[in-house]
């Protein structure tokens, strides 16, 4: 066996050029971008980033004096307050960022899951919120646990999800919900910076000129992981 | 449309469609934002190079 | 080539196109700045609701009537929960999906027997020192079912047109002992002691309050508050948060289904609408494969502000 097979049979360095090669060297951040991205609309992505941290900073902070310190504190009340608001501004950040990617029809060149990731981090989001709202332990929660149970019982899903029970709707908020969420945003960001921001619809790179060195001096840097250095991307 | 002031809450409504003032508010402003991140100029540098010599983005 | 695209799609690599400098680190610290300053302006200056939940000892104080009316509405049977189906019990088949009883093959998993578990074993569990009750509940554990119904239903009319008629003296015959049971569990809702006879049981720990939520809502004072605050289902009250606060404005379309027909008159409504709903998602998280949908962006030309040239 030569030391080449060796390393394809070892699972931690194969491992290893997989991880590499999800965001190829000089992808992970650039600081250069396509000379196309320069528009405001481009900053509604990371300013969902922005306040998803807050979402979860404030969150953290709500965990630290349990579910019902906000009735009775003013700095329990001040931070669900953020909880709240910085909420909002995710939803208004994403909604923006999503009618601006759907503009742009961002999908293309490859970029179906790209979307996919997207669309499932927002319906998930919405879930993630709602199980929030089940958790606030006063009149809120009351009316929405005994609406919400009439539709998610109707398709057999209340019968396992049980929105009456704030023990178990705490636990997919905080702990459940959350972490599938994260997944979906790692995934997200790392699709985007792999595959780098869609060009402009019709849109054609110029022209190249004559190389200022030879092609073959160039160290190779493959387009897509699964590639050949020389291949373009169709 | 009318609009129903009531002791701490005021509400739009438009047909079928009932909607808070607050919700409105939230709407327009995000229509009025992605609007204004559509046609605002974005600042940028005019160094502009070809991508041969990079493959950092 | 990669198998995923299709053969149309002939968008170049991102890479080939020339570029400028971009400080994708400055403009996240910028973001965070704004955004936590927005975040903080926002819950200083507007804060946050806080409509305290309504007790069982609270719903007994301010609608005392309606806490009658409950209570013989699940002794006779009658109540939301009682008439329910699954996953509560097996009262009704629930709702249907076109052909698919999703309601029913889920089973019933939070088995809940309404008159027992909210009147009749809470009141047991008080009655020792009440001969009277003790008696009442003597006779109505030992009546027939259709006797215990007949009795329930007839006194529950009576409120009906007379919602205070429980404050009169000692009933007529023909109620049986409704009549006591319900105005001796008036007076158990309000010593507060309720709700921990409901769902405490012999657990000293309980984070699942299915059965004080399902008897607060089979009565109408939780919606009558609710309805205050534009929070019904017919008021868009999905969208609505207590106060003068912005609410869920993203869940306009789904309570968007609720306001018309055929939804709104169908016994199916939940179901048809979460099923509609479920298929729309689908539809948007594939939009990529979806013809003349994802050809929609080329049709309305918004992306031509995005790349223009100044």
């Known amino acids: ?24 060297p000089g992808r992970r ?60 501004l995710f939803f208004v950040c994403m909604t923006i960022h999503l009618w601006g990617k759907f503009a742009m029809a961002a999908w293309r060149g490859g970029r179906a899951l790209t979307w996919i990731t997207g669309a ?42 049980n929105v009456l029970n704030p023990g178990q709707m705490l636990l997919w908020h905080i702990v459940l919900l959350p972490s599938v969420l994260g997944v979906l945003v790692v995934l997200h960001v790392i699709l985007v910076r792999r595959k780098g921001v869609v060009p402009p619809i019709d849109a054609e790179p110029p022209a190249r000129e004559l190389p200022s060195r030879p092609l073959e001096s160039r160290p190779a840097v493959p387009s897509t992981p699964a590639e050949t250095p020389t291949r373009r991307q169709p | ?47 502009v190079e070809a991508e041969d010599d990079h493959d950092q983005h | 080539m990669n198998a995923a695209k299709t053969r149309r799609d002939k968008t170049p690599d991102a890479h080939l196109f020339p570029t400028r400098p971009y400080d994708l680190v400055k403009e996240f610290v910028i973001a965070v700045v704004v955004i936590g300053l927005l975040t903080f302006l926002l819950a200083g200056i507007f804060s946050s609701p806080d409509k305290k939940s309504i007790s069982l000892a609270q719903w007994a104080q301010n609608a005392p009537a ?29 709702q249907k999906l076109g052909p698919l009883s999703l309601q029913k093959w889920a089973g019933v ?23 009277a009750l003790r008696a009442a509940l003597t006779q109505w554990t030992g009546a027939s079912s259709q006797q215990q119904t007949a009795w329930a239903q007839r006194y529950a009319d009576l409120l009906a047109r007379r919602p205070n008629a429980y404050l009169a003296g000692p009933a007529r015959l023909g109620f049986g002992p409704v009549p006591i049971i319900a105005t001796r569990y008036l007076a158990l809702a309000r010593t ?26 089979d009565g109408a004072y939780l919606e009558d508050v609710a309805r205050t605050d534009h929070l019904g289902g017919d008021q868009w009250g999905m969208m609505n948060e207590t106060g003068n606060y912005p609410g869920q404005p993203w869940m306009w379309l789904y309570t968007f289904w609720y306001q018309i027909k055929p939804f709104s ?46």
Do not use: C
Request: hydrophobic share 50%.
């Open chain 3, 192 to 217: 507060g002691a309720l709700q921990s006879l409901i769902a405490g049981k012999s657990a000293f720990y309980t984070s699942n309050l299915t059965e004080p939520l399902l008897l607060l809502a």
């Open chain 1, 120 to 161: 499932v981090a927002f319906v998930g989001s919405i879930g993630t919120a709602f199980t929030g709202y089940l958790s606030q332990t006063n009149f809120d929660s009351q009316w929405i646990s005994t609406q919400a149970k009439d539709g998610l019982n109707a398709v057999g899903i209340g019968a396992f999800f």
């Open chain 1, 29 to 88: 951040l650039p600081d250069r971008q396509p000379a196309y991205v320069r528009s405001w609309i481009y900053v509604f992505g990371v300013a969902t980033l922005a306040a998803l941290l807050f979402v979860l900073a404030s969150g953290f902070a709500l965990a630290i004096g349990g579910t019902t310190w906000w009735h009775t504190s003013a700095v329990g009340h001040f931070l669900n307050s953020v909880h709240l608001w910085s909420v909002e």
């Open chain 3, 66 to 94: 309606d806490v009658v009316a409950t209570a013989v509405g699940e002794l006779a049977g009658t109540t939301t929960s009682a008439t329910y189906g699954p996953p509560y019990n097996n009262a009704s088949t629930g």
């Open chain 1, 1 to 24: 066996m030569t030391s080449t097979d060796r390393r394809k049979g070892n699972w931690t360095a194969r491992l290893g050029r997989r991880l590499d090669n999800a965001v190829p």
């Open chain 3, 265 to 310: 008159t169908s016994g199916n409504a939940d179901a048809l609408v979460w099923g509609l709903m479920m298929a729309l998602t689908a539809v948007f998280v594939f939009v990529p494969f979806i013809p003349g949908l994802r050809s929609v962006p080329r049709w309305i030309k918004l992306y031509k502000l995005v790349w223009r040239r100044d």
């Open chain 2, 1 to 47: 449309m009318s609009a129903h002031q009531g002791l701490a809450t005021a509400y739009v409504h438009a047909g079928v469609v009932q909607i808070s003032v607050a919700n409105l508010i939230v709407i327009a402003l995000m229509l009025v934002v992605f609007i204004l991140a559509l046609v605002l100029p974005f600042p940028h540098s005019r160094d």
């Open chain 3, 109 to 131: 998993r939070q088995p809940v027997n309404s008159a027992n578990d909210f009147v009749i074993r809470p009141l047991h569990d008080v009655s020792a020192a009440d001969p």
